[in-house]
């Protein structure tokens, strides 16, 4: 069966420290992978995904960017984090027939 | 107008009761729709989906699609304080086009 792990739970960083989450799937091959956000209060956003190793789609102009440099493996990273990029960070596959979406376990951040 | 909307809630009903919760969607075009439940500081978790006009049964739970007036609805029979969480309603408009509504906060009372 697939699994997604994604890492770490929590992260508490101050303004201007560089950012890096990590997630990677098990069990599959060729997953479609997303980069999400959720703030608080609000609903899901979709920042960044990817059909592909090297292959990354921007969803929202921002101070984060994303890779995969293997087929499971999907990072998001900052140079440097603003206030605003709190939240709830959630790593997602689905598919090549790009139905369901399956959530890794998420990382609350928290920029002070 | 947003893709998609639910009601934020907090709906709250006692426990063995019929929860009825309800997402519309703004695109005609939309082809796939996901139901998800996601637990205070937890991921959304997939739950229901349905493709075709119609009802959809999984146990205590009901996914009900009308294209023609462009809503989904999720139906939990039996509610039980476990349900409490909160319920994302997602449409699929396209290839990697995925919204998500705000959700809609359950609460079961026992």
């Known amino acids: 069966s697939q699994t997604i792990h994604q890492w770490p739970a929590t992260l508490v960083q101050p303004v201007g420290s560089p950012l890096s989450l990590e997630c990677t799937v098990e069990?599959?091959?060729?997953?479609?992978l997303y980069w999400y956000r959720q703030a608080a209060g609000r609903g899901l956003q979709l920042l960044f995904y990817?059909?592909?190793?090297?292959?990354i789609s921007s969803e929202v102009p921002q101070n984060l960017s994303a890779s995969r440099p293997q087929d499971r493996q999907f990072i998001l990273s900052s140079k440097k984090l603003l206030l605003s990029d709190s939240g709830f960070y959630l790593c997602?596959?689905?598919?090549?027939?790009?139905?369901?979406?399956?959530f890794g376990s998420g990382t609350q951040l928290s920029v002070l | 107008q947003k893709e998609v909307e639910q009601n934020s809630g907090p709906l709250s009903v006692p426990e063995g009761a019929i929860a009825s919760l309800n997402c519309t969607y703004s695109d005609r075009g939309s082809q796939s729709f996901f139901w998800y439940r996601q637990y205070s500081g937890k991921s959304p978790e997939l739950i229901m989906f349905?493709?075709?006009?119609g009802d959809k049964e999984d146990g205590r739970f009901t996914a009900q699609l009308n294209k023609a007036s462009q809503y989904v609805s999720l139906l939990i029979r039996d509610s039980q304080p476990s349900d409490s969480a909160t319920y994302l309603c997602?449409?699929?408009?396209?290839?990697?086009?995925?919204?998500f509504g705000t959700g809609t906060r359950l609460t079961v009372i026992p």
């Open positions: 997602a449409v699929r408009t396209g290839a990697n086009n995925l919204f």
């Open positions: 990817s059909v592909g190793i090297g292959q």
């Open positions: 997602a596959w689905s598919n090549r027939d790009n139905e369901k979406l399956f």
């Open positions: 069990g599959t091959s060729n997953p479609n």
């Open positions: 349905i493709y075709s006009n």
